[in-house]
């Protein structure tokens, strides 16, 4: 029963189709009381409460809070599908805040714990209104900071020689604490077994030029790359 009402709230028809026909359909959350039915509604999935109208899905049931799932939503999809019309939902939402929280627009499943990764851009976010424009230069700095020390451990590349038969990459991983264009060139030829005096450039694909330490310091996880040999000495290759 807890796996429909997650698979409601974040989409999974397939899912929710088929846990339907094998548990209560209409069975409440024992901390919020939320059905299926709320999770879809809050998550505006229209695809989902129709699907949960049709298996049987009582729109009537309300949450420990007194609410019913048509309450919890502004989607005029989905509102149509219980029934109301865009008329009078705004009738009934007239003493509504104009600016609904992302915490309450979309709160968080109440027994899944987040164990995903980090998103490096998150901070950035949450302080954005903080900075201000009495540091300009604090903000800049953040985000260009944000795309390569978001990660633990080593920035992992995928490196190639351009241009060759062999069209596959390998993954590389540069050390963060030696993040310099010479320090990048040394291990590419290292890895991918070419004299440095070869290269002729370093293409972060689909096309742009590797030139110096900031444009290195710009590269993110899984970045593809490769060496551009010069024409002339290509069949120096070892």
């Known amino acids: 029963e807890e796996r429909l009402r997650e698979s409601a709230s974040i989409g999974d028809i397939?899912?929710?189709?088929?846990?339907?026909?094998?548990?209560?359909i209409n069975s409440k959350n024992s901390i919020n009381g939320w059905t299926a039915l709320h999770w879809a509604a809050k998550r505006n999935h229209p695809k989902i409460v129709d699907l949960l109208l049709q298996k049987g899905a009582d729109k009537t049931i309300a949450n420990n809070k007194g609410e019913t799932a048509q309450q919890l939503t502004k989607n005029v999809e989905v509102l149509e599908l219980f029934g109301i019309s865009e008329h009078d939902n705004l009738k009934e939402r007239v003493n509504e805040l104009p600016i609904t929280p992302n915490y309450l627009a979309n709160p968080q499943f109440p027994y899944v714990q987040n164990n995903s990764v980090p998103n490096p851009n998150a901070n950035v976010?949450?302080?954005?209104?903080?900075?201000?424009?009495?540091?300009?230069?604090?903000?800049?700095?953040?985000?260009?900071?944000?795309a390569t020390n978001g990660y633990d451990g080593d920035l992992v590349l995928k490196a190639r020689v351009a241009n060759m038969e062999e069209t596959d990459f390998i993954e590389v991983e540069f050390d963060k604490q030696k993040f310099t264009f010479s320090e990048l060139i040394q291990l590419l030829c290292a890895e991918l077994n070419v004299d440095p005096k070869l290269v002729h450039k370093?293409?972060?694909?689909?096309?742009?030029i590797i030139r110096n330490d900031r444009d290195v310091y710009r590269l993110v996880n899984f970045q593809e790359i490769e060496l551009v040999l010069s024409n002339k000495l290509k069949s120096a290759l070892p």
């Not at 976010?125 to 944000?146: C, D, E, K, T």
């Not at 370093?202 to 742009?208: E, F, M």
């Open 202 to 208: 370093v293409r972060k694909l689909p096309n742009t």
């Open 125 to 146: 976010s949450r302080n954005a209104g903080s900075i201000g424009l009495s540091n300009p230069v604090r903000s800049s700095s953040s985000v260009v900071s944000s």
């Open 14 to 24: 397939d899912t929710v189709n088929r846990l339907c026909d094998i548990t209560d």
